[in-house]
């Protein structure tokens, strides 16, 4: 599967925003979707995922209770609703997808994924 992000942008601290990403060449209902993100100068660190239903998702600690990640398969499509964006939120985000037969299986581990999509720019003022 191909993905493709979109919806970055710079906001304000305490502002929102919302990433989407896309799939094609193959159903995004066929994969677990997990959302990572790289600031200036560090390593890239998980934010969030997604089982194939829906029903299973995952946070980081760093984002937990702000971002909510969702997904309508029906039209290959996985969202990252961000809420009380602070300056730390400032990164590349990265959408990543997982073959897996369980529908319910998350996963956080960057070597978990096998598709990645070119990453769209979130910068957040102060």
């Known amino acids: 599967v191909q993905l493709q992000a979109s919806g970055g942008g710079l906001a304000r601290a305490g502002g929102s925003l919302r990433l989407s990403c896309v799939g094609s060449?193959?159903?995004?209902?066929?994969?677990?979707i997990g959302w990572f993100r790289q600031a200036p100068g560090k390593e890239r660190t998980f934010a969030a995922a997604?089982?194939?239903?829906?029903?299973?998702?995952l946070y980081s600690e760093s984002v937990k209770g702000r971002f909510t990640i969702s997904r309508d398969n029906a039209k290959d499509q996985v969202y990252l609703d961000m809420n009380k964006l602070k300056p730390e939120d400032t990164a590349v985000y990265y959408c990543?997808?997982?073959?897996?037969?369980?529908?319910?299986?998350?996963?956080?581990?960057?070597?978990?994924?096998?598709?990645w999509g070119q990453g769209t720019q979130v910068t957040v003022s102060s």
């Open positions: 990543a997808a997982r073959s897996t037969t369980n529908r319910w299986s998350v996963f956080q581990l960057e070597n978990n994924y096998r598709s």
């Open positions: 060449g193959r159903t995004v209902s066929d994969y677990a």
């Open positions: 997604i089982s194939r239903d829906g029903d299973g998702t």
